[in-house]
């Protein structure tokens, strides 16, 4: 689950991560409102940035640098609502609805902070670079040595010594050495805390006056952790999320849009990657990645159906799945009743192994609806991918 970067500022600053002063606005008159009370604050200037579930925001026009409030203004204005394109969100772009109002700092450096799982080293890694303020990933593409980084061993957690490896790294003065201790250790038990997949702060800046801030941040939950974050799940912002996605989430459905035609309906997500795999080998391209579960049910089934085939690219519907705890029977009887309810056309091929497969497959052939059945994946990919193209 991703949040905003505005909430993000207010789990760092309740675990003492200093975050420079500033406020979410929905609205134009909002952001008038907190512009002008931290100019009232003394404020020298203030930064209008726009909150979406990107980063980039900077580059395509999403964050800018006021002097005045007339020019607070005018950027609010600018930015409040318009469709913001960055290399995260797609040609299309993402539409504004907040912004975050905020005291500009007087950068000196502009670095980086960051923890990840590894999965390579089944172990989380706190990564710092002197490379900060411009896309990570080009920096690790390009210069990976200017990534310092230290794992963390999970039995002891991360060590105020590890921290101070990577201040020296990163080339902070001596009296900063300290300052940077403590926000390294502030964020490492935030990212715990929370159940954290990714914690990044880019950039994470020293001013001139030697304080250390961090001007962003982008936090990931793990979504299998959330059921014990009651408070972590409300920050959810819906509207920033696909909403075919959002369906799918109601009925407990992983499901995550795609580019191509030949919708899948998988249970398991290693089948599900095996199935988007043999589509593309096949010559397809699958529109979409979609784990039903092991013991989906028919109400969930349906939901499904009706999720592949709101997506209007869906031109072919590719059902492969193994019957372990959801019996392939069972399976049938609800893909057969999904069918009629929502008076699916589109060509629909299945592949379908494992418990109670030839009642499954009786069911099928007595339901008078057009089903085919490959006898392999191999072969059902290929009907399916072939089907999608006479439509
Ligand atoms: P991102 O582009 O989505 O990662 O958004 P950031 O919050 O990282 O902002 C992008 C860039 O805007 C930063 O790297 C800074 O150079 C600049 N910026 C952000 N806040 C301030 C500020 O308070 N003062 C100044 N001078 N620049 C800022
Ligand atoms: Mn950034």
């Given at each position: ?122 172990k989380l ?25 230290a794992y963390i061993d999970p039995a002891v957690g991360f060590q105020?010594?590890q ?229």
């Amino acid at each position: 689950m991703k949040i905003h970067e505005y909430q993000a500022k207010d789990i760092l600053a309740k675990y003492g991560v200093a975050v420079p002063r500033g406020e979410v606005a929905n609205t134009l008159d909002e952001a008038l409102e907190v512009a002008k009370r931290l100019f009232a604050e003394g404020a020298k200037g203030v930064v209008v940035k726009a909150q979406i579930h990107a980063g980039g925001r900077g580059k395509g026009g999403g964050v800018k640098v006021a002097k005045t409030l007339e020019e607070a203004e005018q950027y609010a204005k600018q930015i409040l609502g318009m469709q913001l394109i960055t290399h995260q969100t797609g040609p299309q772009g993402q539409k504004v609805q907040r912004l975050l109002i905020e005291e500009t700092a007087a950068i000196d450096r502009e670095l980086y902070l960051g923890i990840v799982l590894d999965r390579a080293a089944a172990k989380l890694v706190f990564m710092a670079s002197q490379a900060g303020g411009m896309e990570i990933e080009e920096v690790a593409a390009r210069d990976p040595k200017a990534i310092h980084k230290a794992y963390i061993d999970p039995a002891v957690g991360f060590q105020p010594y590890q921290a101070r490896e990577l201040a020296f790294a990163l080339g902070l003065k001596p009296t900063q050495i300290n300052d940077a201790v403590k926000f390294m250790m502030g964020l490492y038990k935030a990212y715990m805390d929370t159940d954290s997949s990714l914690l990044e702060i880019n950039p994470f800046i020293t001013t001139k006056d030697d304080k250390l801030f961090a001007l962003d941040c982008k936090i990931n939950f793990d979504d299998n952790a959330m059921f014990r974050h009651k408070d972590l799940k409300e920050l959810r912002d819906i509207a920033e999320e696909d909403p075919l996605e959002v369906e799918a989430s109601k009925y407990a459905l992983n499901y995550i849009k795609l580019d191509g035609n030949i919708a899948c309906m998988v249970n398991g997500a290693g089948l599900a990657m095996a199935t988007m795999d043999i589509i593309q080998y096949a010559g397809g391209m699958p529109a979409n990645f979609l784990d039903v579960g092991g013991g989906a049910n028919q109400q969930q089934i349906e939901a499904a159906f009706a999720i592949l085939l709101a997506d209007k690219a869906v031109q072919a519907i590719f059902i492969n799945i193994f019957g372990g705890i959801l019996r392939v029977d069972v399976l049938a009887t609800a893909v057969v009743a999904a069918a009629k309810k929502l008076n699916v056309t589109l060509p629909i091929i299945l592949r379908l192994e494992g418990t109670n497969v030839e009642e499954g497959r009786k069911i099928l052939q007595e339901s008078g609806l057009k089903f085919q059945v490959g006898s392999t994946m191999k072969e059902a990919a290929e009907l399916v991918v072939a089907a999608a193209k006479r439509q």
